[in-house]
Every structure is written in C-alpha cells, then in structure tokens.
C-alpha cells in the first residue's frame, strides 16, 4: 500500500537559518503530493502541493519539488522564521483517493 | 470566505456518556472526511462521505458513528466516549476537481473526564 516515510523530529533551528525536511513516499501510479502544517491548537493548512512529476510546489518561502526518479518530496525554506515553528506533515493522495499522511515533524524557530 | 467550521472547538464529556461533534462547509465539496488525531501522532482516517455514499475504515471502532443529511454538514456521534478516544478530531472535504487536496477544519478538542 502507499506509504510516507518523514523525517523523525523534532528540529530546532535558529532564526534565519536553512531548512529541510525530508520526505520520501511509495505508491502505485502517479500520486498528488502535499505538505500541510498545523500550528498548536489548530487543524492542518495546505502549505504547497505538486501534482506532478518536475512540479515545484512553492508557498510563503517553502518550497518542494516531486521528484518520482527519487520518490521524494523535500521541504525546504532559506530562512526561517519564529512564525514558522509547527508542526509539518508531507502527504500523499493516490489512486484511493485519500490521504497518507508521514509522521509529522515538530521544528521550532529559535529568536 | 469559503471554508470549514467545527464546532465546538473544545468539548469535554464524561466516561460513556454520548457526545456529537459537528461540522459544516461552505466549499459545496462532495467528499467529507473525519479523522481522529491524538497527541504528536498523525491524523488517522475514521471514516469519509462520497456524497451521501458512507466508507467505514475497518479499524474505525463501532463506538463511532457518523451522520451526513446533507452537502453542507456532517456529524460525528461518539456512543459511549473512554479515556482513550479523547483527541483531536478533524474535519476535511474535498472537491471533485481540487486534484485530492483536502480542506480542514480548525478541529475539535475532545477530553473524556
């Protein structure tokens, strides 16, 4: 069955630094791919999507790419801000029309 | 805007006695989900409507019911809550044409006392 393997958390990072979470997944066919985050307290938002093999999703300095030769779809941010501590899930949407969700990973931003 | 709305946000019942979450969407999306999420875990899926066509999980305990009488709303009825069914739940929907991107709901925090 389709799977997402996350990177294990959590992460800390200080303001400004780079960031990247990693996310590789297994599926039969050609999956949507998703990265929703959720802030303490409160349900998940779509952060970015790809649809496609090459896309690149992009969305408040996130960005992820859909690379199908390598299965993955890692998120990446130059600079990351104290507004940016949460916690992020990669995802995935195939032929079942639902999601499977990675285990999720907690970053915080440091001032 | 077009969204998704829980209510209530925080609901807190008592040990077996019954409770009903509820949610409402104004995107007009044919498919509803409701998952259960507990603490720094991943949302685990309950059950989902296609329209009025219900899917049931096959872990999904029988204590959880669910209702849809209409597009707009859906129901979460918990016959019988334990101490280990308090969690966050979500609501999500999904449009037929959004390429399976899910809409959520802020949630409702459930705590069994």
């Known amino acids: 069955g389709d799977s997402v393997t996350q990177m294990e958390g959590p992460v800390t990072l200080s303001e400004e630094a780079f960031l990247t979470i990693n996310c590789t997944y297994t599926?039969?066919?050609?999956?949507?791919l998703f990265w929703y985050v959720q802030y303490p307290g409160e349900g998940l938002q779509l952060l970015l999507k790809?649809?496609?093999?090459?896309d690149k999703g992009s969305n408040k300095g996130f960005e992820a790419t859909y690379r199908k030769e390598t299965t993955s779809f890692h998120l990446e941010k130059g600079s990351v801000q104290v507004s940016d501590s949460a916690v992020y899930f990669c995802?995935?949407?195939?032929?079942?029309?639902?999601?499977?969700f990675g285990s999720g990973t907690q970053l915080t931003v440091l001032p | 805007d077009a969204m998704v709305i829980q209510n209530p946000r925080y609901q807190v019942t008592q040990f077996g006695k019954p409770v009903t979450l509820s949610c409402s969407q104004t995107l007009n999306h044919n498919v509803m989900y409701w998952y259960q999420q507990k603490s720094s875990q991943a949302p685990k899926l309950l059950f989902h409507y296609y329209d009025k066509d219900f899917n049931n999980e096959a872990d999904t305990p029988d204590n959880f019911q669910s209702r849809r009488p209409n597009t707009s709303f859906c129901f979460l009825d918990i016959r019988s809550p334990g101490l280990g069914d308090a969690a966050m739940y979500l609501c999500a929907t999904e449009g037929l044409s959004s390429y399976n991107e899910q809409f959520f709901g802020p949630g409702t925090r459930l705590t069994v006392l």
């Open positions: 599926a039969t066919g050609y999956p949507s």
């Open positions: 790809a649809t496609k093999a090459d």
């Open positions: 995802a995935l949407s195939g032929s079942a029309r639902q999601l499977t």
